[in-house]
């Protein structure tokens, strides 16, 4: 029997069991290639209004978050569009190929489907080849439709190589990265494990795409997230970044198979380490289990949302001086006036960086909410429930160890932003001050409040649509990271708790604003707990 026996028949299996989470990734992420590219003539369709984003986009601040790219000659609406879109749809895909590759591979390890299946005369290979079949169909699938949604945009200076280069180099670096996936879940024993390690790579990836792109813009080539910043798909095309991809992408998968071949089912090279032999006093309730078993991913987290924020820090200096892109502005203005620009600039910077590090502190809290479900349909807190323990009390420690994880992650990362970016600075007078930086905090912990608060209510009542909480948090990151770039509606950007604050330090905390999100976040949480000790526990 061949190793591959049986992976057509697994692959339909995979792609029938996901179909509504691809569809809906696939609508989502071709709707907004599309929609985004039909409305840039309006935003961007003049002389005046490219000339006005050009200088924008060059500017560190943006480059950091957007990438580094070079014009040349005559700027069009449609190599604007690809400087704005092109890193951040391919943040998405990245994102949406590690959740369905660990998913589709170490998860169904982990609930034993993988063993059942294995039992059977499937070839050992199959479920991997089918996990990677699933993959490309995907990532192929979103190819096509960028491409074809760009030919009918009709954006001025698209061209349909440049249309069908942007497809391609999104598919690839999607695929990339979900084969980063497939290969986490082969060297680690558990999802959690492999979603952490997955994560690593690509922040690691992130971080130095970022830093080079600021300082040294060639040695984003080091970088596999940077290489879709050199498509140039609408000025050079280059199709280098493609080929690149699809070559480390059957490295990775080598490396997948020999791991698959070199291990058994359910093991991994990382493995977990085993604990005592009698447990700790400590150990006397849910508070204390959860912190047992979840500290690693805690640390982890903790640390990378702090070293995200090291590495913003260190631009701090390349974007908030003035004198070393401008000296004649001393000259001209006079020293005070030179650096209170510096200074308001890396407000603007701080004052984004700071919805992002919220957004992203949002995650850890948010999955140790929603795992209180998870873990109860997987029939693993029914040894908890057959002891005198309420609801309410486990309930209460998932939510305080959530809360308490997302707002430490978050102020370790807003302190590591401005503490290494003030460190870095020629002239210390341009930093963010100690208060200024409490303002920050303060301005952002309601609305990561609010959106844990969601996710419990989501929990207590309707368990079944707990992912539209990862959809709402989605569209609030979306509103304010692209809000200004493309001019989205006031009102479009206060859908979601980020738009609610205003931006602070560039203004100061509305504290009517703060007092009536806290409100509503206990509100919320006070309601989930009322439907979670309400409705029947989902046991299996």
């Not at 935003?43 to 060059?58: D, F, K, N, S, V």
């Not at 180099?169 to 879940?185: C, N, P, Q, R, Y």
């Not at 905090?441 to 969601?454: E, S, T, Y």
Request: proline letters at 4%; hydrophobic letters at 50%; one cysteine or more.
């Amino acid at each position: 029997m061949s190793q591959y026996h049986k992976t057509g028949l697994l692959l339909r299996l995979n792609c029938r069991r996901d179909r509504w989470r691809i569809v809906i990734w696939i609508v989502v992420l071709a709707a907004l290639m599309a929609s985004v590219a039909a409305k840039f003539d309006g935003i961007y369709g003049t002389p005046h209004e490219i000339a006005a984003i050009r200088q924008t986009l060059a500017s560190p601040g943006i480059v950091a978050m957007f990438g580094a790219f070079h014009f040349t000659g005559r700027v069009t609406t449609a190599e604007i569009f690809a400087n704005e879109m092109l890193l951040f749809m391919a943040l998405i895909q990245v994102i949406m190929n590690l959740t369905l590759s660990i998913h589709a591979t170490r998860s169904d390890e982990d609930q034993g489907v993988t063993e059942l299946i294995r039992a059977h005369t499937v070839g050992a290979l199959a479920p991997l080849a089918a996990a990677m079949g699933e993959l490309v169909i995907i990532n192929g699938g979103l190819s096509v439709l960028y491409g074809l949604g760009l030919q009918l945009t009709h954006m001025p200076g698209a061209t349909t190589s440049g249309n069908w280069l942007i497809g391609l180099g999104l598919g690839t670096t999607g695929l990339l990265f979900g084969t980063v996936g497939v290969l986490t879940a082969q060297l680690t024993d558990h999802a959690a494990s492999a979603t952490g390690l997955a994560y690593a790579l690509f922040g690691i990836s992130y971080l130095a795409r970022m830093i080079t792109d600021v300082q040294h813009p060639q040695s984003t080539w080091w970088s596999p997230l940077g290489w879709i910043e050199k498509l140039s798909p609408y000025q050079h095309p280059n199709w280098t970044p493609v080929g690149l991809s699809l070559l480390l992408t059957f490295v990775i998968l080598g490396c997948t198979i020999f791991a698959n071949a070199h291990r058994d089912l359910g093991s991994g090279a990382l493995t977990t380490r085993p604990g005592r032999r009698t447990a700790s006093p400590l150990l006397r309730g849910p508070l204390s289990l959860i912190w047992r078993q979840q500290r690693n991913i805690f640390i982890g987290w903790l640390l990378g949302i702090t070293l995200f924020g090291v590495a913003y820090g260190t631009v701090f200096n390349t974007i908030g001086n003035i004198l070393k892109t401008n000296p004649t502005m001393q000259q001209v203005f006079g020293r005070a006036m030179v650096h209170d620009a510096n200074h308001q600039i890396l407000l603007n910077f701080t004052s984004l960086l700071a919805i992002v590090m919220a957004s992203v502190a949002v995650i850890p809290g948010l999955q140790l909410v929603l795992e209180l479900h998870t873990d109860e349909t997987h029939g693993w807190l029914e040894a908890l429930y057959a002891r005198p323990l309420s609801r309410s009390r486990l309930l209460v420690s998932y939510v305080s160890s959530a809360l308490g994880l997302s707002t430490v992650a978050y102020i370790g990362g807003l302190a590591g932003v401005i503490v290494t970016g003030n460190a870095s600075l020629d002239h210390v007078q341009d930093g963010i001050s100690t208060a200024e930086f409490w303002q920050t905090i303060a301005a952002q912990l309601p609305m990561i409040w609010v959106f844990l608060a969601l996710g419990v209510g989501l929990v207590g009542w309707v368990p079944r649509i707990k992912a539209l909480s990862w959809g709402y948090l989605a569209l609030g990151f979306i509103a304010v990271y692209m809000g200004g770039l493309l001019q989205l509606p006031t009102w479009v950007q206060r859908l979601a708790p980020t738009g609610w604050m205003p931006r602070v330090p560039v203004h100061a905390v509305n504290w009517t604003t703060f007092s009536w999100m806290v409100a509503l976040s206990v509100l919320v949480l006070f309601l989930g707990w009322l439907g979670y000790h309400r409705r029947d526990l989902q046991l299996r």
